[in-house]
């Protein structure tokens, strides 16, 4: 059986999460816009700077097969966010998704945090699929602007972590 791990992104990860976030399946699921080495370069800097974010690469075993962002750290109402989470193709639908946002949560249920939300394309059932497993209840129904300049139409799922 695998172990899926976490491990807090360094400066030498920019090379990966240019990879896998200039990977095409993931840019249209994701409704993202191509970018650069140096774009990656400059997000983990602030990132690593930023105390509201915390971003990690998801490991099987040895291998680094995708990625995960928290952020909303810092709020007053203590509810996180989880901004984004994308696996290598060849690595979806195998659990590890739910592996890993499933550590996420333990993490963030340890710290106090009373709630974790995130937002997701309406469109995007593998996401929900995985979010659902983790525990995630569809909070809300918005449109919203992507970074591709479409309008889509997004769902606010939401897991409540006091109980
Ligand atoms: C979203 C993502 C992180 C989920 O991780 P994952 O490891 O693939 O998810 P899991 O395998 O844990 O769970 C996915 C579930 O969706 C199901 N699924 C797969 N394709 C599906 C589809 N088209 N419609 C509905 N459910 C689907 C799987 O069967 C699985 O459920 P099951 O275990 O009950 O069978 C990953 O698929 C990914 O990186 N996708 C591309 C980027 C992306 O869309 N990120 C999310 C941004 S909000």
Not at 27 to 51: C, F, G
Not at 94 to 101: D, E, H, K, N, Q
Not at 119 to 138: H, L, M, P, V, W
């Amino acid at each position: 059986m695998a172990t899926i791990r976490l491990r807090t992104v360094t400066e030498n990860d920019a090379r990966f999460l240019c990879s896998i976030m200039n990977t095409s399946s993931i840019l249209e699921a994701l409704n993202e816009v191509p970018t650069t080495l140096s774009d990656w370069q400059n997000a983990i800097r602030e990132w690593n700077n930023d105390d509201d974010e915390e971003d990690y690469i998801i490991f099987q075993d040895e291998i680094p097969v995708g990625w995960l962002g928290i952020n909303g750290l810092s709020s007053a109402n203590s509810t996180a966010f989880l901004k984004l989470a994308a696996l290598l193709p060849q690595y979806q639908g195998l659990g590890i998704g739910t592996a890993a946002i499933c550590q996420v949560i333990e993490m963030l249920r340890q710290r106090d945090y009373s709630c974790v939300s995130l937002y997701t394309d309406q469109d995007n059932r593998k996401a929900q699929a995985c979010y659902r497993k983790c525990g995630f209840q569809i909070t809300e129904s918005l449109m919203d602007e992507s970074s591709n300049g479409k309008i889509v139409p997004r769902f606010r799922m939401t897991l409540e972590l006091l109980s």
